[in-house]
């Protein structure tokens, strides 16, 4: 079984900074690809970041780009988002998703496994 454990959210004030954990269990963690997405109320789920089965490659939103960097750590499961100069905006619940192939995508159809998620909750 599957499963995709989120952690690190929390409550943080604009300009802080938090990460995000993602440990992964039940698929073989070393050639899928990861991503990031998140949803704010009343809004659509939407891309945050990816990261190939290898690590070299990310790839992240515009709205992120330059605050926010994703990486993997292959012997133990799990990966990673660093989120620097928060801002209200970035205000979500946010969730790791699995791909069960090596190439990434933005799109959340892609992707085969999904956590529960975790809040990220910025003040102004």
């Known amino acids: 079984q599957v499963q995709l454990v989120e952690s690190g959210g929390g409550l943080v004030q604009a300009g802080g900074s938090l990460r995000l954990s993602c440990a992964a269990s039940?698929?073989?963690?070393?050639?899928?690809?990861m991503a990031w997405f998140r949803q704010a109320p009343g809004k659509e789920r939407e891309f945050v970041a990816a990261?190939?089965?290898?690590?070299?490659?990310?790839y992240y939103a515009d709205s992120v780009k330059g605050r926010f960097t994703l990486s993997r750590d292959n012997a133990k499961n799990t990966v990673y988002l660093q989120m620097n100069s928060l801002k209200p905006e970035d205000t979500a619940l946010y969730y790791c998703?699995?791909?069960?192939?090596?190439?990434?995508?933005?799109?959340?159809?892609?992707?085969?496994?999904w956590g529960q998620g975790t809040q990220v909750t910025v003040s102004s």
């Open positions: 998703a699995a791909r069960l192939t090596t190439y990434t995508s933005g799109r959340a159809p892609d992707y085969d496994y």
């Open positions: 039940g698929l073989t963690f070393s050639t899928s690809a």
């Open positions: 990261i190939s089965w290898t690590g070299r490659s990310t």
